[in-house]
């Protein structure tokens, strides 16, 4: 069992892409529509990432369970 220190029940773990950055790409996007395609695919391999770092998390929470 995982302790939260404010009591609640549900978080949202931490990531390289978080609810900022996506703002920010969305923004890039409108702003820079001819550049729209880059932008995307990096997004898409910092979205990648931020998977892998959530999925190694909740294997180390789960073995330690």
Same mark, same amino acid.
């Given at each position: 069992?995982?302790?939260? #220190?404010?009591?609640? =029940?549900?978080?949202? &773990?931490?990531? !390289?892409?978080?609810? =900022?950055? =996506?703002?920010?790409?969305? &923004? $890039?996007?409108?702003?820079?529509?001819? $550049?729209?395609? #880059?932008?995307?695919?990096?997004?898409?391999?910092?979205?990648?990432? =931020?998977?892998?770092?959530?999925?190694? !998390?909740?294997?180390?929470?789960?073995?330690? $369970?």
């Amino acid at each position: 069992r995982v302790e939260a #220190p404010d009591g609640r =029940t549900f978080h949202f &773990t931490r990531g !390289l892409a978080e609810g =900022t950055e =996506t703002i920010v790409v969305h &923004t $890039a996007m409108v702003l820079f529509p001819a $550049a729209m395609a #880059p932008i995307a695919w990096g997004f898409a391999l910092v979205v990648v990432v =931020t998977i892998g770092q959530r999925l190694r !998390l909740a294997r180390r929470m789960l073995a330690g $369970a």
